[in-house]
């Protein structure tokens, strides 16, 4: 390229992106290559692409990761409070019913989202795909 001036091996007249961090972007639910776009298009829902950069979200394949980690935290933290509240406590049953409700139910689904898009901006930055067997 007659006149193009590099850059770390990147044409200065291509787009450079920085090196985000994959836990900030995908926890805010932001594109993991510019940090500007959306990742997802609803709750859960990944995006076709992003509309700031153009990034296809065609990679990405969290699967049951997200569900998997944030059960397992919600119930072990629900349910050692729950049983930790008793044993300090005694309290009434509806401040196990209160509790429960908030940590075991409502933690999930403020949490879901983030870590969905923590192991989606984790995948694309590591270039991770499936395994094959040659």
């Given at each position: ?5 590099f850059f770390e ?9 920085p ?10 639910g ?14 859960l829902?990944?995006?076709k ?9 065609d990679?990405?394949?969290?699967g ?11 119930c072990?933290?629900?349910v050692?409070?729950?049983f930790?509240?008793e044993?300090?406590?005694?309290p ?20 879901l ?6 192991l ?14 040659h």
């Amino acid at each position: 390229m007659a006149g193009a001036f590099f850059f770390e091996g990147t044409a200065l007249d291509e787009n450079y992106y920085p090196d985000f961090s994959a836990a900030k972007t995908g926890m805010l639910g932001k594109c993991p290559r510019c940090a500007r776009g959306k990742l997802f298009s609803s709750y859960l829902k990944v995006a076709k692409e992003c509309s700031n950069c153009g990034l296809s979200y065609d990679f990405a394949d969290a699967g049951d990761g997200a569900v998997w980690f944030v059960g397992l935290f919600a119930c072990v933290v629900g349910v050692g409070s729950i049983f930790a509240a008793e044993a300090i406590w005694q309290p009434a049953y509806w401040v196990h019913a209160l509790l429960g409700i908030t940590l075991i139910i409502v933690a999930p689904l403020l949490l879901l989202q983030p870590v969905k898009g923590w192991l989606i901006a984790q995948q694309w930055r590591h270039n991770a795909h499936e395994g094959q067997l040659h």
